[in-house]
């Protein structure tokens, strides 16, 4: 899997839009971009993943560059319970042979303030 | 939907005991599960990879004899600790991957303290 970059912490005030960044610079054709995050002493919550074209679910927003080598999980109104770190993972969809396991990085640390 | 359940969520054990771990995906089948482990401000670690019925997959450096995994079911995996000592003290997480989807979905995870 591609290694991925992110600012190891952000803030963002509570009601604004947090956008937190990744680097994938060595993204591979076929890898897609995955966003996870965990909140203290939980497991990893999915959010939202693509492959090219930009992307929006109930929770988020996800914005890939062009040439895809970066991408931002944009979350459009933050609260005080989407504190948690963020997870930029990317994947092959299936990789088969049972080499699926996910490889988390340090993640960013996201803090929304009151 | 996809819901999947760690069990116990917390385990105190003694040096030298074993513990056993259940993971179930609640409204789904899973072909494969995957364990990971969290120490204190660390990222998730892969530890393996477990397929129903048949033997898991270890990622580098994991004792396979220490720690058991077994996939009995669509539903059902198990993580025995055996011979726990206090540097296996850790958060321990699963997933699933349903048989339909290549997504993974994460347990609650479960905090493993050995005194």
């Known amino acids: 899997d591609a290694k991925t970059t992110q600012p190891p912490s952000m803030d963002c005030a509570e009601g604004r839009a947090a956008n937190l960044p990744c680097n994938h610079s060595t993204i591979s054709g076929n890898e897609y971009v995955y966003w996870y995050r965990q909140i203290h002493s939980q497991g990893p919550q999915y959010i939202i993943h693509?492959?090219?074209n930009n992307e929006t679910n109930e929770m988020a927003s996800l914005i890939i560059t062009e040439d895809r080598k970066s991408s931002t999980l944009i979350l459009p109104h933050a609260t005080l319970r989407d504190t948690a770190v963020y997870y930029c993972?990317?994947?092959?969809?299936?990789?088969?042979?049972?080499?699926?396991?996910?490889?988390f990085g340090k993640g960013t640390h996201l803090i929304i303030q009151p | 939907g996809a819901v999947v359940s760690q069990h116990p969520s917390r385990v105190i054990c003694k040096s030298g005991t074993s513990v056993k771990i259940e993971c179930r995906s609640l409204?789904?089948?899973?072909?494969?599960m995957f364990w990971y482990r969290q120490f204190p401000k660390k990222s998730l670690m892969l530890m393996a990879t477990s397929n129903e019925g048949s033997k898991a997959t270890y990622e580098q450096g994991v004792e396979k004899d220490k720690f058991l995994i077994n996939h009995a079911s669509l539903t059902l995996s198990t993580l025995t600790v055996t011979s726990a000592h206090p540097e296996d003290s850790s958060f321990y997480i699963c997933s699933a991957r349903p048989q339909t989807g290549y997504e993974q979905y994460f347990g609650p995870g479960t905090r493993l303290t050995v005194t």
């Open positions: 693509g492959l090219k």
């Open positions: 993972i990317v994947r092959v969809l299936f990789s088969g042979g049972g080499a699926d396991g996910l490889t």
């Open positions: 409204d789904f089948q899973a072909t494969t």
